[in-house]
């Protein structure tokens, strides 16, 4: 006789349902597009969407390129950052060149202000040097809980991800689902080098960080990001203090933590 699976087992079921609905449309667009190229892959990707379109961007290289590929071709995307509160000056100088040379609004989520202030109360202004716990509750509040609301109802999340930035983003396709945020998470770069982004941005006359040039090749926030040297992996120096298993801030680790499935990439330092 079968057995009634309970709310429990109904909603898991309405999970997966959901992630596997999710999964079927992420292969769909990578069949579809993953020999396109760039202009063709955000297009593609754009007009397969059956919702919102939201690209988040840190205003890093990629980004910059992505940026300057969706705002040309004036797609129907959204544009979103996180102002943690902590990025180089660097940074918003270049988010205000950006929304003027390409006449787009970028909409800023910040973190809460009340869990914020507790944060700092109990840990201090600079308290993620002290431990990896105060170092993740730093990124949970100041980015991960504001991507929440950036992503809130969309379909489609756009990023700037390149496979070869490290060995925890080596195995990421051109679309994935994120059955977690309920949406597709697309990378149009996912194949690019950094070399390659830098000759686009060149080619281009696109407006990027001049900390690049600096040997800050992935650039974050300003206390937890250094300068890289010559032959370092692209991600060395973000949270250098730490151990290299997970150099992430939490917004691109799924429900699994998926990590390491290709050797990281290095890079030269000067743009
Ligand atoms: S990168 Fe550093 S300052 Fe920025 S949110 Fe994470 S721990 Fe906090």
Redesign the pocket.
């Known amino acids: 006789m079968a057995t009634d699976p309970g709310l429990g087992g109904a909603m898991a079921t309405a999970d997966e349902a959901v992630a596997e609905a999710l999964s079927r449309r992420a292969e769909v667009l990578n069949n579809a597009f993953a020999m396109a190229d760039l202009q063709g892959r955000l297009a593609g990707i754009v007009a397969e969407a059956t919702g919102q379109v939201v690209f988040t961007t840190s205003f890093g290289l990629e980004d910059q390129v992505l940026t300057h590929v969706i705002a040309t071709a004036k797609l129907p995307v959204t544009f979103a950052t996180l102002d943690?509160?902590?990025l180089f000056p660097e940074v918003y100088a270049l988010w205000q060149q950006t929304e003027e040379r390409y006449g787009i609004l970028i909409r800023p989520y910040y973190p809460r202000y009340d869990t914020l202030e507790l944060h700092v109360r109990q840990n201090g202004i600079?308290g993620?040097y002290a431990s990896r716990e105060?170092?993740?509750?730093?990124?949970?509040?100041?980015?991960i809980e504001p991507l929440g609301r950036a992503l809130a109802g969309a379909s489609i999340w756009l990023t700037g991800l390149r496979a070869d930035q490290s060995s925890a983003r080596g195995g990421v396709k051109l679309a994935e689902a994120d059955a977690a945020r309920g949406l597709v998470k697309a990378s149009p770069l996912i194949d690019w080098t950094r070399e390659r982004a830098l000759a686009f941005a060149h080619e281009n006359a696109v407006p990027i960080n001049p900390l690049h040039a600096r040997g800050f090749v992935s650039i974050?926030?300003?206390?937890?990001?250094r300068a890289i040297v010559r032959g370092e992996p692209e991600r060395a120096g973000?949270?250098w203090w730490e151990d290299d298993a997970a150099k992430e801030?939490g917004l691109h680790v799924g429900q699994d933590g998926k990590l390491a499935r290709a050797k990281a990439g290095t890079v030269e330092t000067r743009a």
């Open positions: 943690t509160g902590r600079n993620f105060a170092r993740k509750s730093c990124c949970d509040i100041r980015k974050g926030c300003q206390p937890c990001t973000r949270w801030c």
